[in-house]
């Protein structure tokens, strides 16, 4: 009788462990913050975009308007005045873009594409620490006046961190870095995987402000960054949900077995 009690107590102890083992199996794993990926999305009213670069004394007093945005598949396409292609923006209605976050985790320079050169900006940010590193982000604008004849070409687009602050910069040979918009009413989170969500209100910034003479308090659209897909079910293999079969089956022999001893 003695044995039997220790075979017993044996049997369900290792029972234990092994349906422990089990259990953390099937617990959903969360995934550690890594490099951002992901698609951006930025939304521009130009309605609010070209109120809010009106600048009677800049010599475009019926301000400023997003004409044409170029994706990732142009990132290598000199933008001017003259480059065809693109997609059309509606003057007056509010537009969403894509800006796919760029893999590359150093910047790749094309000075060849148009008078002041390409990039495909690095993204070095970490989803863990937004506070260092940049998001580089792909696509190219092409801006007009109302009524005139000005043109501004933003592209090679970086998503930066500045204190508190978040700030799309633009990039040429002819400019240097840029800051071009900022986002307010931000909301930063990492999801269950470990990937950056970021969204927010947009606002003129930065030296592109100064051209047009925009009013920097005036929401113009705004910003969101998403994972590329959602995460899936990761599906529990077969061989495991037998092993829980078969473990409880192995606890219920056992408490017969000690009830026929008893």
């Known amino acids: 009788m003695t044995i039997l ?9 290792a029972s234990l462990l092994a349906f422990s083992a089990l259990a953390a199996a099937l617990a959903p ?8 990926t992901g698609d951006a ?22 301000g400023w308007i997003v004409a044409k945005h170029w994706g ?14 693109g997609t059309t923006l509606s003057a007056t209605a509010s537009t969403a873009m894509s800006f796919a976050v760029n893999a590359n985790t150093t910047t790749n320079s094309y000075p060849a594409a148009g008078p002041y050169g390409r990039t495909e900006q690095a993204t070095t940010m970490d989803a ?13 604008w092409l801006l007009t006046s109302q009524g005139g004849s000005g043109i501004l070409t933003p592209y090679d687009f970086s998503l930066v961190k500045t204190g508190s602050t978040w700030n799309i910069k633009t990039y040429d040979t002819g400019f240097g870095y840029q800051n071009f918009l900022k986002l307010t009413n931000v909301s930063e989170s990492l999801n269950g995987n470990g990937e950056l969500l970021l969204s927010g ?11 047009v003479g925009a009013n920097t ?18 599906p529990v293999p077969a061989a495991v949900w037998m092993f829980g079969s078969g473990l ?6 056992s408490r017969r077995k000690a009830s026929v001893a008893a």
């Open 217 to 234: 308090n005036a929401v113009v659209g705004t910003f969101s960054l998403a994972p590329s897909t959602a995460p899936s079910a990761v």
């Open 29 to 36: 794993a969360t995934a550690s913050a890594a490099q951002v």
């Open 41 to 62: 999305t930025i939304t521009i009213n130009n309605a609010a975009f070209a109120a809010a670069s009106v600048n009677v004394g800049s010599g475009y007093p019926n």
């Open 72 to 85: 990732a598949s142009d990132n290598l396409l000199g933008i001017t005045g003259a480059t065809t292609g």
């Open 5 to 13: 009690h220790y075979n017993r107590t044996q049997l369900v102890s």
């Open 128 to 140: 863990g620490n937004t506070s260092v590193g940049q998001i580089g982000l792909s696509g190219a």
């Open 248 to 253: 409880l089956g192995l606890l219920g022999a």
């Open 201 to 211: 209100d947009l606002q003129w910034t930065g030296l592109w402000a100064g051209l």
